[in-house]
């Protein structure tokens, strides 16, 4: 807990300084005989305590240095002073502590504080970003006199920016009598720490204008370029580096700037520029190293990152850093290279740094984005602190491993442990409400980004958009997308794809249209965003226009992606051979995904013919996945060809694909409700079948007639239409009609697609009970009403 400061009323400070040398022996001699002998051994022992204490702090020796403070009866000032110093000289983890003796030199109130007290303070309220107490300090500043002081003023102006006071600042630094260059650097470093680019370079202009003799020295490049580097400003970046060149920067402070030039230069993606400087540096530290690695993960050069790791350990491991680690790894990551990864946590354990937080989330967050989730979750458990960027990237590892469920509970421990979630932490979580679209934790969820002020961040806008378009919600997305302070080309593609997996390809059409008059070019991923709207819409025509048009207008290579999204268009509109000829004539090798695509739709156009052709093209490719094993099965099937339906899936389970078994869940008032096929473990089982009886037999006076085609299995008729009646969706959607009022819309969601003869079913079951019902399936949303879907069986 930080101290509070007691209020008081400061004499002004003393001429002399509180840490000038020892007085000479003929002084001290003239003071020892003018006083009485007690008070000359008191000073003698003062000074003795004085001697002992300073040395300890020059040996770095704070724990006795602050036990010797704490038993000297009477300090003065100077040690106050030498020890205030001291601990703010340790940075942001005694920041407390100097607060701490600032108050009790205040209680002590027999040696005010002077003008070399405050700078340390103030500096100490800096790192702490303590508003509060820094504007009681400069009270007390003031009171002394010290209000025009050149170093408190600058301490001040340290303050008052890095807490985003500007205007405060601004009244310090043009109340100064004199300004060097220290007092500049303090305010040009403060708008770089905002990104107030504009300011700070106005800033830097006004510095040389105003005065002859001062000159951006280190400090000024090494605050300035990092706002360069964010602002990809190459320009003002290159005019920086020759003005260190010219005003010999690199010969004075070569580490300083050499360093901050290189990670400019590299996260403006001029590697070769960076690298040249780099080489050129005689003299390199770790954060140098790690300046330039970085650069290379940034940029996506993984290969030459790792590369220069490497370089590094072999000049020893004194250069080794956590964050030289941390990059390190993020190329493991990428380069999918877990050998190199766990040797890496072996050289963290053995040089002692697997103890550091910042190798800790690095070594986490590699193991949680490589689906080693085990040891992710080992790793985290171990960890011996953590803090938000651990707890992130374990819930982010826990969504992207489809453990949604897992990655509530992460954050909830999260809470639990009083660690406040940042920015990352939501943007990580809001995608678990998605992916179990559920409703309410997502609500919640936007809640509370609201109220820590996370909403107006534009990756916050792109998940929550991202949400509830999957969880149904689609007209809540558009008007997040309507309001958000800045959209970028996720927004843009995230919102065109909300549209596409809701059937609603011509609002997705429109969007696009508009990204024109945004000044937002679209980019590959726009192209199959749209090209998929149009597929899950029956715009045919409508995507093979774009389809061209994406090369021949917007100068964009189609890839694999778009060549899949192609053919599943022309393949879902029922033009089958011209799907099969736009494969023959691509300009690559089809994979398996493209026939696929094919497959499955002539499994739904009932094209046995093709459909077998084309199986035969990906048993050549041999089937990367369940899902065309299944499809292969489903083909054979559907012809009554059951013995090579069963080699099929004899075939897919040597091969170690297991089919993963339908599963529906709904959401009711904020729980997840989940059903398998034919499942009676819900406890209201009973009700749920006997309501979907009483469906039955309304939908059968309405002309209903089960298509038994989608039963693999060489069952009876009539034990064939008992298993598509208790589908896994069916069950959810009954438990919906029983348990939500009739103005409530029913929502399920299903990890498979949805079979032909369900759709059917939840078509006339919108009909016969009124209600509006919307199902998510692997592929896209179905909306039904009266007796319709938004999909008009394009799915």
């Not at 040009?188 to 300011?199: F, I, K, N």
């Not at 192209?527 to 025509?541: Q, R």
């Not at 089937?623 to 083909?635: C, D, M, R």
């Amino acid at each position: 807990m930080r101290p509070r400061l007691p209020a008081t009323k400061l004499k002004p400070a003393a001429a002399a300084p509180p840490h000038c040398p020892p007085r000479p022996p003929a002084a001290a001699r003239a003071l020892s005989a003018a006083a009485p002998p007690s008070d000359a051994c008191h000073l003698q022992q003062q000074q003795q305590q004085q001697q002992q204490l300073d040395a300890r702090i020059a040996r770095g020796d704070l724990t006795r240095a602050r036990h010797l403070f704490d038993r000297m009866p009477d300090p003065d000032a100077r040690a106050y002073n030498a020890l205030i110093r001291a601990y703010s000289w340790r940075g942001p983890a005694h920041a407390a502590g100097v607060l701490a003796l600032y108050a009790a030199m205040l209680r002590g109130g027999r040696c005010p504080p002077d003008k070399y007290t405050f700078p340390f303070v103030l500096k100490a309220c800096s790192a702490l970003r303590d508003l509060r107490a820094g504007r009681a300090i400069h009270r007390h500043a003031a009171r002394a006199g010290l209000h025009a002081d050149l170093f408190v003023c600058t301490a001040l102006i340290d303050l008052y920016m890095k807490c985003a006071r500007f205007g405060p600042a601004a009244v310090v630094f043009h109340a100064m009598p004199a300004r060097d260059a220290v007092a500049w650097n303090a305010m040009l470093a403060g708008y770089a720490l905002h990104g107030m680019y504009h300011h700070a370079l106005e800033c830097l202009l006004r510095m040389q204008e105003g005065c002859a003799s001062l000159r951006p020295n280190a400090s000024t490049l090494v605050a300035l370029l990092p706002l360069l580097a964010q602002q990809s400003a190459l320009c003002q970046g290159k005019s920086m580096h020759a003005y260190s060149v010219r005003a010999s920067l690199h010969d004075k402070d070569g580490v300083l700037v050499g360093t901050a030039l290189l990670d400019m230069y590299a996260k403006c993606g001029e590697l070769l520029y960076a690298r040249r400087v780099f080489e050129a540096m005689p003299i390199r530290n770790d954060v140098t190293w790690s300046a330039i690695i970085g650069g290379f993960v940034v940029c996506g050069r993984m290969t030459e990152a790792f590369g220069l790791f490497k370089d590094m350990l072999a000049q020893g491991l004194g250069f080794l850093s956590p964050t030289s680690v941390a990059s390190a790894l993020r190329a493991c990551a990428s380069l999918a290279d877990l050998c190199i990864g766990k040797q890496l946590h072996v050289l963290l354990a053995k040089s002692g740094l697997h103890s550091d937080l910042t190798a800790g989330n690095s070594l986490l967050s590699m193991y949680a984005k490589a689906g080693l989730i085990d040891e992710a979750t080992a790793l985290f458990d171990e960890m011996a602190a953590k803090d938000t960027v651990s707890y992130s990237a374990l819930v982010s590892g826990y969504v992207q491993n489809g453990m949604a469920d897992a990655a509530f509970l992460v954050f909830r421990k999260m809470q639990a442990c009083n660690v406040q979630p940042d920015v990352a932490t939501m943007v990580s979580l809001i995608p678990a409400c998605a992916h179990l679209a559920a409703l309410q934790h997502g609500k919640c969820s936007h809640g509370s980004v609201i109220v820590r002020g996370m909403a107006p961040e534009t990756s916050i806008c792109n998940a929550l958009m991202d949400m509830y378009a999957k969880c149904g919600r689609i007209d809540l997305s558009r008007q997040i997308f309507d309001v958000m302070p800045a959209q970028d080309i996720v927004s843009w593609n995230t919102m065109i794809a909300g549209y596409g997996i809701h059937g609603l390809g011509k609002e997705a059409t429109a969007l696009f249209l508009d990204m024109k008059n945004h000044a937002c070019e679209p980019d590959g991923v726009t192209f199959i965003c749209l090209i998929s709207a149009c597929s899950h819409s029956g715009l045919v025509t409508e995507g093979k226009r774009w389809f061209h048009m994406m090369a021949q207008k917007y100068g964009i290579t189609p890839r694999m992606e778009h060549y899949i999204s192609m053919v599943d268009l022309l393949a879902r509109g029922g033009f089958l051979d011209e799907a099969y000829q736009f494969i023959q004539s691509m300009p690559m090798k089809a994979d398996v995904r493209v026939w696929g695509a094919l497959l499955a739709a002539c499994r739904v156009h009932k094209n046995i013919d093709l459909g077998k052709q084309v199986a035969r093209m990906i048993q050549k490719l041999g089937p990367e996945g369940t899902g065309n094993f299944v499809l292969l099965s489903n083909i054979f099937s559907a012809a009554g060809r059951f013995d090579e339906a069963a080699e099929v899936r004899i075939i897919q389970k040597e091969k170690g694909f297991n089919k993963s078994p339908g599963c529906s869940w709904i959401e009711i008032n904020g729980s997840l409700h989940a059903f398998i096929g034919g499942d009676r473990s819900h406890p209201r089982s009973p009700e749920i079948y006997q309501e979907l009886d009483n469906i039955l037999v309304d939908i059968n006076k309405l002309g209903y007639q089960a298509d038994t085609s989608f039963v693999l299995q060489d069952l009876e008729e009539e034990e064939k239409e008992k298993a598509l009646l208790y589908h896994s969706e069916k069950l959810a959607i009954a438990f919906g009609v029983l348990t939500l009022s009739e103005d409530k819309t029913i929502f399920v969601t299903k990890n498979l697609r949805v079979c032909g003869d369900c759709h059917t079913v939840i078509k006339y079951m919108s009909l016969v009970r009124r209600r509006d019902i919307i199902v998510r399936d692997a592929n896209r949303f179905h909306h039904f009403k009266n007796g319709q879907c938004s999909c008009g069986d394009f799915w």
